[in-house]
């Protein structure tokens, strides 16, 4: 794994799967409330999901914001977690919680 030198406590690697993470500051930042909120399994997914919206948009052959793309899949779950989740939320984002964590 090519670890870059600023974000390398979170792990966040330049590559992944043969597409290239962002390294912008806001990509940074999605990592590092990612990794700060998420368990290993899900932060794991987040990036996952990056990298297999990016090459199915390739497949694709479609343009689109890589830094966006990352955000998105970085924080996509942030809700789950119970330092984010809404006192309003509802029962079943309640069950799945309890599921995952």
Known sequence: MNVMATPSFIG????LGG???PDSKLAQAAALLAWEAYPQFL???A??????????LLRLQK???AEL???ACALHDVGLTSHYVSVSASRSTARMRQRCF
Not at 12 to 15: V, W, Y
Not at 47 to 56: D, K, M, P
């Open 19 to 21: 597409v290239t993470i």
């Open 69 to 71: 793309a990352f955000v």
């Open 43 to 45: 932060y794991n997914h």
């Open 12 to 15: 966040l690697p330049r590559e």
């Open 47 to 56: 990036l996952r999901t990056y990298v297999f919206v990016s090459l199915q």
């Open 63 to 65: 343009t689109y914001d």
